[in-house]
């Protein structure tokens, strides 16, 4: 079965500064890659996602990933951080033709001013 | 709105007492997903329907939970008996049918304390 690890639990940037949260994936075939966001009180929104092709996926709100695959990876990037972008972020994985999409425990993201 | 809605946000309950939570889908998603989500943790995949059918549940939904999808609209998942472990965050999400590749729409989420 498919699974997820997000090592950090929470990280902390300075407004402007570059942000990469780390997602490794466990599956035995190209797996379909996501992240997601959760605002206090919100419900998960779809950053971006991963399928195929180009293994750079540009996101909403100026969010990119990237899919290293000789790495299981999938990891999140943005080049500056903007105070808006605290919340916490869920890296997920379905495996083809499965419909249980499987989320890793989250990194919460702190802004500092 | 068109997203998923889910009700009641927030439900207070005493152990043993039964609880209900209903989800309204987007209309045109005939896929539609349950977690469950603790805090600290990602959200728990816990059932799935296809239209009416439910066809896959997690090991983590025991028998005191049971969740319907009667006409393959709206869904409704209920907890029987409840427990202070329940306590937590129930996420409905939808999805088009096309492929399982397609994102997921969450709603927001229905919380449950039991005291």
């Known amino acids: 079965a498919q699974s997820v690890t997000q090592p950090d639990i929470h990280i902390t940037v300075s407004e402007g500064a570059s942000l990469e949260l780390r997602c490794n994936y466990s599956?035995?075939?190209?797996?379909?890659l996501f992240w997601y966001v959760q605002s206090p009180g919100q419900g998960l929104q779809l950053l971006l996602k991963y399928f195929s092709g180009d293994t750079l996926v540009q996101g909403i709100k100026g969010f990119e990933a990237e899919f290293k695959r000789s790495q299981s990876s999938f990891n999140l990037r943005k080049p500056s951080v903007h105070w808006s972008d605290a919340a916490e972020y869920f890296c997920?994985?379905?495996?083809?033709?499965?419909?249980?999409?499987?989320f890793g425990a989250g990194t919460r993201l702190t802004v500092k001013p | 709105d068109t997203g998923v809605s889910q009700d009641p946000r927030h439900k207070i309950t005493k152990r043993g007492q039964n609880v209900t939570f209903r989800c309204d889908p987007i209309?045109?998603?005939?896929?539609l997903y349950w977690y469950r989500q603790t805090l600290g943790q990602g959200p728990e995949f816990l059932t799935y329907?296809?239209?009416?059918?439910?066809?896959?549940k997690s090991r983590l939904l025991s028998d005191r939970f049971s969740a319907e999808r009667p006409k393959g609209s709206f869904s409704t998942l209920e907890i029987q008996r409840t427990e202070q472990g329940d306590s937590a965050m129930y996420l409905c999400?939808?999805?088009?049918?096309?492929?399982?590749?397609?994102?997921?729409?969450f709603g927001e989420g229905s919380r449950l304390t039991v005291l």
């Open positions: 209309s045109e998603h005939n896929r």
């Open positions: 997920a994985v379905v495996g083809y033709n499965n419909n249980d999409m499987r």
């Open positions: 599956y035995g075939a190209t797996p379909y």
């Open positions: 329907f296809q239209n009416e059918a439910q066809l896959e």
């Open positions: 999400a939808s999805g088009p049918t096309v492929s399982p590749t397609g994102e997921l729409f």
